[in-house]
């Protein structure tokens, strides 16, 4: 077995099992995820949230671009809280509160050590028990419980609305004054933030961990790390060096038995004579250059936001704010690498080959015009979600995902794929049938009305370093 054979067998077995843990892991997160319930409810019967809420509340989170300014279950950016986190720890304190001044005459922060640690073992005995019936898809929780959530509520209100007293968290947070439209929406992104901090406290069954295996960290509740997280972390740090002392031993034992690799003797690309397609496909470096230098702009206005909330004394925030930015900054490192990928692509195939099929140009710009269209009506999609100005149904097709690092709307995403098949069509078109290797060299098979076989528009040149 040669040196490559044998590296291809041993991506094939990495490739195996690595996707083999992914698809077993996978399933075992998928039958042991936490459940949407119907309804949240109090023991009173009022009705909290409605699955319809936690639903609604999960597309507003997605609108604002959510995932770019804080975090769900530590997935998105960290300049403001991990919202699960946050609702958690708000709550518990909020219901502490409620039982020290009730019982015992004043705030929780001021009781004595004993009170407050036997407060917190009611509260573990409150939050932890998983209380979902899933014959009626209802979660009950206590009377007290629902109070201290709509003290929570309040605080989100105010925080994702324009109350002028949580203005300076706002913009320690990065976030535009009503970031979130209306108080109903607020709300309903609310009860979204109380499924996520439920999930994360309330026990799986037959388990003494949450559906997070205890994460976030809240001592006030009870969540600490599991052993199983523990000896899953250290798995993985362990196996990581494990791989990166293979590929050391490997390079040390087999890098020089590598025949060196000899240049051509001289520049294949001088005599390049570019064709009407490749004249054509100069046009995306370009491209890929104003994306690069917006990017850039973009990723200088993001990190100003994290000092401060005006720009340089103008309030761009407001017009462009922190979520979008970011939303833009990583979004243009996808696109531009695409953009320069597509445009290499299209360059280099009838350069190597000296064939320039049959309305290749007309391909090369048509494809150019798509995707400036995904440009822009991505970019156009996502400023409307942010800003408010869309309506939630038209977000998921056009506005902004909210994950992260694939923002864009669906629809341009789909547009985006068409495009990457367009250009594996051109690709070959200009490659196909015209070069083939014959021992150790390249030669030309046919002569086309630009070129020569001894003059092809790259010369040919030997080809070395074959394992």
Not at 305 to 322: A, H, I, M, R, T
Request: hydrophobic share 45%; net charge negative; with cysteine.
């Amino acid at each position: 077995m040669t040196t490559t054979q044998r590296l291809w067998a041993g991506l094939g077995l990495l490739l195996a099992v690595t996707f083999g843990v992914l698809l077993f892991m996978g399933n075992d997160i998928f039958r042991q995820a936490p459940p949407i319930p119907e309804r949240v409810v109090s023991e009173s019967g009022q009705t909290i949230f409605t699955a319809q809420d936690l639903q609604t509340g999960r597309q507003v989170w997605q609108s604002m671009g959510g995932m770019q300014v804080g975090s769900i279950w530590g997935h998105g950016a960290l300049i403001a809280p991990d919202w699960s986190a946050d609702w958690l720890h708000r709550e518990s304190v909020a219901l502490l509160d409620i039982w020290a001044q009730r019982e015992l005459g004043q705030e929780y922060a001021n009781l004595a050590k004993a009170q407050q640690g036997a407060l917190q073992l009611r509260l573990q005995e409150v939050m932890r028990p998983n209380r979902y019936d899933p014959e009626t898809g209802t979660i009950i929780i206590s009377n007290d419980r629902a109070q201290a959530i709509e003290t929570v509520i309040d605080h989100y209100d105010r925080l994702f609305g324009d109350d002028p007293a949580l203005a300076e968290l706002r913009e320690t947070y990065a976030m535009k004054d009503g970031s979130v439209a209306t108080s109903e929406r607020r709300r309903q992104m609310a009860a979204f933030f109380f499924w996520s901090s439920w999930a994360a406290v309330t026990e799986r069954p037959d388990s003494k961990a949450s559906y997070t295996n205890n994460w976030p960290y809240e001592p006030l509740v009870g969540n600490e790390s599991t052993p199983g997280s523990f000896i899953w972390t250290m798995f993985s740090i362990l196996f990581m060096i494990a791989g990166i002392g293979l590929l050391a031993w490997h390079y040390a034992a087999y890098h020089g038995n590598e025949p060196p690799l000899t240049p051509p003797a001289e520049d294949p690309l001088r005599n390049l004579q570019p064709t009407p397609s490749m004249r054509a496909a100069a046009k995306y470096f370009w491209l890929v250059a104003a994306l690069f230098l917006t990017q850039i702009l973009l990723g200088a206005i993001t990190a100003h936001y994290q000092v401060e909330k005006d720009f340089y004394g103008v309030n761009l925030s407001e017009w462009l704010p922190y979520s979008l930015t970011r939303t833009w900054h990583t979004q243009l490192a996808v696109l531009w690498i695409a953009t320069a990928w597509l445009g290499t692509g299209l360059y280099i195939g009838p350069a190597i080959s000296g064939h320039e099929p049959r309305f290749q140009r007309l391909g090369v710009n048509f494809l150019f015009a798509c995707l400036l269209i995904i440009v822009v009506g991505a970019f156009a999609g996502q400023w409307l979600a942010v800003m408010q100005k869309m309506d939630l149904d038209y977000n998921f097709w056009l506005g902004h995902q909210g994950w992260e690092y694939t923002d864009i709307g669906r629809f341009w995403q789909i547009f985006l794929f068409i495009g990457l098949m367009l250009w594996l069509l051109l690709r070959p078109s200009a490659m196909a049938g015209h070069a083939t290797r014959q021992g150790d060299e390249l030669h030309c098979l046919s002569a086309l009305p630009f070129h020569h076989c001894d003059r092809p528009v790259l010369r040919c040149w030997p080809v070395v370093g074959r394992t």
